[in-house]
C-alpha cells in the first residue's frame, strides 16, 4: 500500500509505477473532452521549464506556506520516472529564437494504482478558457490507461475556486483536514475514482479509440 506524506498537494509514495505515455490523442475514452475555449498546447515539460514552473508554484499554489517546489524539485520530478510534469501553452506562441510562454503547468505521481496530483496551475489571465480542463483530461486519460484505480489531491480548504474546479472534472470531497499545511491551514482531500480497487481483472485492455 501506498504511503503518502503531503505537503501542499504532494505526495511521498513509496510504490510506484513508472509514469505512462503521453496518450495517443483524446478521442474515445471514458474522459470527456470538452473543447477549451483557446488553442491549448499540451506537453511533456523539459529541464529548460523548469524555474518558470517552479514560480508559478511558489506564486500561484505554495503563496504562504514557504517556497518547497524550488527549480530543483521540479527538475527531479521532470527525471522521476513515476511523475509526469505537463507544460500548456494557451496560445500560438513560436517566435523565433523564444521559448513559448507557459499558460499552466500540472504534475502527477503514479502508484500501484492510485495517482496523485501534486500540483496543477493556470495563469491568472488565463483561467476560465479551458486550460486546466485539458490538462485534467491528459492526466486522467493517462491514469486510466495506466491502470489507476483513482485519482487522489488534496488542496486548501479555503480554495473555492480549486474545489468547483475539480468537481467539475469529476472529483468528489472526501476529508476535510484541520491544520493540515503548516500546522494551520485545513486542506480537503478530493478524489476520482477511475474503476474498483484491486487486481486488473484479466479482461482489462487499456481503452480502445473511438468506444466508451
Ligand atoms: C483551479 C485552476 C487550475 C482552474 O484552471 P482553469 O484553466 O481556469 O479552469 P478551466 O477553464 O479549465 O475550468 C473548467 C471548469 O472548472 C470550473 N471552474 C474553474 N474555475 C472556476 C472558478 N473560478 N469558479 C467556478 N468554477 C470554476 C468551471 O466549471 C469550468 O468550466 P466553465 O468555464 O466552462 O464553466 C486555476 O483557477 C488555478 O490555477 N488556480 C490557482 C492554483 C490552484 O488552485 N490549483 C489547484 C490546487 S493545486
Given at each position: 500500500m501506498a504511503v503518502f506524506a503531503f505537503q501542499n498537494c504532494i505526495p511521498i509514495d513509496n510504490q510506484k509505477h513508472s509514469a505512462p505515455v503521453p496518450p495517443a490523442n483524446n478521442h474515445g475514452t471514458i474522459v470527456r473532452v470538452k473543447k477549451a475555449k483557446v488553442s491549448v498546447t499540451i506537453r511533456i515539460a523539459e529541464p529548460g521549464d523548469a524555474r518558470a514552473i517552479a514560480e508559478m508554484s511558489r506564486d500561484l499554489i505554495e503563496s504562504g506556506l514557504g517556497?518547497?517546489?524550488d527549480p530543483a524539485h521540479i527538475l527531479r520530478a521532470m527525471r522521476r520516472r513515476e511523475s509526469v510534469v505537463l507544460a500548456a501553452s494557451g496560445?500560438?506562441?513560436?517566435?523565433?529564437g523564444t521559448r513559448p510562454a507557459l499558460a499552466g503547468f500540472a504534475i502527477m505521481d503514479f502508484g500501484d494504482e492510485r495517482a496523485h496530483l501534486v500540483l496543477l496551475a493556470v495563469q491568472p489571465m488565463q483561467r476560465r478558457l479551458g486550460i486546466g480542463r485539458r490538462m485534467m483530461e491528459w492526466l486522467l486519460e493517462s491514469a486510466l490507461t495506466a491502470g489507476m484505480a483513482s485519482v487522489h489531491l488534496e488542496l486548501r480548504a479555503d480554495n473555492a475556486a480549486g474545489r468547483r474546479f475539480y468537481r467539475a472534472l469529476g472529483f468528489s470531497e472526501t476529508l476535510l483536514m484541520p491544520r493540515y499545511y503548516d500546522g494551520r491551514e485545513a486542506a480537503m482531500r478530493m478524489i476520482r475514482v477511475l474503476r474498483a480497487p484491486g487486481p486488473l481483472p484479466l479482461s482489462w485492455r487499456p481503452p480502445v479509440l473511438g468506444q466508451n
Open positions: 517556497w518547497k517546489y496560445r500560438p506562441t513560436y517566435v523565433a
